[in-house]
């Protein structure tokens, strides 16, 4: 009786071809560490799942939105709970799909007959980064603004068409309720929904042409031919090959445990990203973006101001049709890390730049800010009454957001007071601060500060040069 | 040609024909807000006398809450009257990538918390990634009152 239904079932419902095409299947035997793609799968339902019932409590409305985060977080029952959920898989997307991504670069993933796959892996890493933007600009706090303001200050610099994107975005030429309502839209409906087509396709895609084996990478494969052949014989050897389901989804697994276990460790251990002051235009609340982004953050701070403004618009089109052109131009017939020394190289290279870059955003987050704190007197050293005088006006002057004084405040803008290349005399210090050279970054106090302030900070200048370089 | 081929290219076209009848008035609904004519829209700072001559002072532009679509919050600027006849109002966009900028009295600069850029008063750009000064807004004097034009500016600032 029951076998009967099950058999009613799999026939009426046709369950039985997706049994024989997808779950039955033989796969050449992969590696452990080739489930990062099914990582991302679960990560993506995750996502799915608790970005629902997100959407049941927020309120995409200008005046709304951030109180509404704050109910979903403090006060519904474990909304917390989801919303860390939804936050750290996210970030964790973002990872495990840039690993996705390098391994494929490694191995030559893109090459014949997978440049479909590849194409649409494309559209779907440029899909999730996206998202991953717009999700933390809808919680409409200080950092979400201005994530938002720094991705459409990026999309203003193209030439032409920059400004006409921009009121496409922001639904007109200021951020307005539209503009929240278009990002709840393509954060929330379509984006998702392309996501989730695309995702679909892909593996369709990767169940047709199945991913990079083992064998594929020992010797060169010229054709399409060769490869499908060299690919069904791994599939059905009774050695090399193993069914998919479930041999092979128990075997690559681990880094899907492992993505689960880090998004529920870091929401019971830190909970969702806490909320900075609601969005306004005149908080001065100190903004930076997601962690994710960090090494984006480092690499536009760090180039020559000359480039910058192009840089924001090409850098990610050029991302894009590389990416892009990847398959057609690297017409090589060797696949695997191992056999594709350049390749290899530039994936180590790539590796150790996103993990250098998002270490130093986070060693110097380059903010020019008031220093808090007037500059330090090494020891050993007695201020006379004048020059302490100017060591307080240092402060109150702002010298300290640019200048240190022998490796004690400063943003290091200017140079180290106790590093100078020259000695100053007073009169030439006098000069320097009224009336600075011109082409050095530092403005002019002729007319804001009196005779005896001049005189106390040049006094401070003129004793703090003959500190030791550096203070221990 | 065949009737097969035929009947194909009937029902490629007829599905071109709905899918245009649904999909181009969704596109240019869609698009719309891009070729909106740009017209000045003037709102209002206060007072000018609330603006000390020869001083950087911050301000936010009022919003009447009745209007549609709704203003994302107040907007920040900065106005600056280096003497009796001038005045300048700042955006607070760093001119970089749009973080917004602090103004620091004592050195007199406007400093940005992203990657470090530093503005003079004049909207000069001194330090950091930036590579332009400044962007002012269209203003003007209202019975007293001190207003800029908000569409003076590109859309992102």
Same mark, same amino acid.
């Given at each position: 009786?029951? +076998? ?12 039985? $071809? ?5 779950? =039955? ?7 452990? &560490?080739?489930? =990062? ?25 200008? =005046?709304?939105?951030? +109180? ?6 403090? +006060? ?52 999730? /980064?996206?998202?991953?933007? #717009? ?10 603004? &201005? ?8 999309? %203003? ?40 087509? /695309? ?10 042409? @199945? ?15 060769? %490869? ?75 180039? $020559? $101001? ?9 850098? $990610? ?12 131009? =690297? ?30 955003? &986070? ?19 007695? #201020? ?13 002057? @702002? ?9 004690? @405040? ?21 000069? &320097?601060? /009224? ?38 | ?37 740009? !017209? ?90 930036? !590579? ?9 004097? !209202? ?15």
């Amino acid at each position: 009786m029951i +076998r009967r239904s099950l058999r009613w079932i799999v026939d009426r419902f046709g369950l039985g $071809p997706i049994w024989d095409h997808v779950l =039955d299947r033989n796969v050449p035997k992969d590696p452990w &560490y080739h489930g =990062d793609g099914m990582a991302l799968l679960v990560l993506l339902t995750v996502l799915v799942v608790t970005g629902m019932l997100l959407s049941m409590g927020y309120c995409p409305a200008v =005046d709304e939105a951030y +109180r509404s985060v704050e109910y979903i977080t403090k +006060r519904q029952t474990l909304g917390w709970f989801v919303r860390g959920l939804h936050y750290w898989s996210g970030g964790l997307m973002v990872v495990m799909l840039f690993l996705h991504l390098c391994r494929q670069l490694l191995n030559g993933g893109y090459k014949s007959p997978r440049e479909g796959t590849w194409l649409i892996g494309v559209l779907l890493l440029f899909i999730v /980064l996206a998202t991953s933007l #717009l999700g933390y600009v809808l919680r409409w706090d200080q950092r979400g603004l &201005y994530g938002l303001k720094v991705l459409l200050t990026a999309v %203003q610099s193209t030439p032409g068409l920059g400004e006409k994107s921009v009121l496409l975005l922001q639904g007109g030429p200021e951020v307005t309720s539209l503009t929240l309502s278009r990002v709840f839209a393509l954060h929330v409906v379509l984006l998702p929904m392309l996501l989730l087509m /695309l995702v679909g396709y892909h593996l369709y895609l990767v169940i047709l042409h @199945g991913t990079t084996t083992l064998a594929e990478r020992k010797e060169p494969i010229e054709t399409v031919e060769e %490869q499908r052949e060299i690919y069904h014989e791994q599939a059905e050897h009774p050695v090399k090959g193993e069914v998919f389901f479930p041999t092979a989804v128990i075997k690559i697994s681990p880094w899907s445990i492992v993505s689960l276990a880090l998004a529920f460790g870091l929401t019971i251990v830190f909970g969702p990203r806490a909320l900075l002051a609601p969005a306004a235009n005149h908080s001065a609340e100190p903004v930076s973006e997601e962690w994710w982004f960090a090494w984006y953050s480092a690499l536009v701070a760090l180039l $020559p $101001p000359s480039i910058a403004p192009t840089f924001q618009w090409l850098f $990610p089109m050029a991302v894009f049709i590389g990416l892009v052109l990847l398959p057609f131009v =690297d017409r090589s017939p060797l696949r695997g890390w191992k056999n594709r020394p350049i390749a290899t190289t530039l994936v180590v290279l790539l590796v150790l730049s996103v993990l250098g870059l998002s270490w130093l955003r &986070y060693q110097s987050p380059w903010t020019a800010q008031a220093a808090a704190a007037v500059p330090a007197t090494p020891a050993g050293f007695e #201020l006379a009454h004048e020059a302490e005088q100017g060591r307080q006006l240092f402060r109150q002057y @702002g010298c300290t957001i640019c200048h240190s004084v022998a490796g004690s @405040g400063g943003a290091k803008i200017g140079s180290d007071l106790a590093q100078l290349d020259t000695i100053y005399s007073q009169t030439e210090l006098r000069q &320097y601060i /009224l009336r600075p050279p011109a082409g050095v970054a530092m403005p002019g106090y002729e007319g804001r500060i009196s005779d005896d302030e001049l005189e106390q900070i040049v006094a401070y200048v003129l004793v703090a040069q003959t500190f030791p370089r550096k203070q221990e | 040609m065949k009737r097969r081929t035929m009947a194909g290219l009937l029902v490629a076209a007829g599905s071109a024909v709905v899918a245009g009848a649904v999909g181009l008035p969704t596109l240019i609904a869609g698009l719309s807000p891009v070729w909106q004519p740009k !017209q000045a829209t003037w709102r209002p700072l206060g007072r000018l006398n609330r603006f000390a001559i020869g001083k950087v002072t911050p301000a936010a532009v009022v919003i009447d809450r009745r209007q549609w679509p709704k203003p994302a919050g107040e907007q920040a600027v900065f106005v600056w009257r280096p003497n009796d006849g001038e005045i300048i109002v700042y955006s607070r966009s760093c001119t970089d990538l749009g973080c917004p900028l602090e103004y620091e009295p004592g050195s007199g600069c406007f400093l940005c918390p992203c990657h470090g850029g530093i503005f003079a008063q004049d909207g000069r750009r001194l330090a950091g990634p930036p !590579q332009s000064p400044l962007l002012r807004y269209a203003n003007r004097i !209202q019975d007293g009152v001190l207003e800029i034009d908000i569409a003076s500016l590109p859309p992102a600032a």
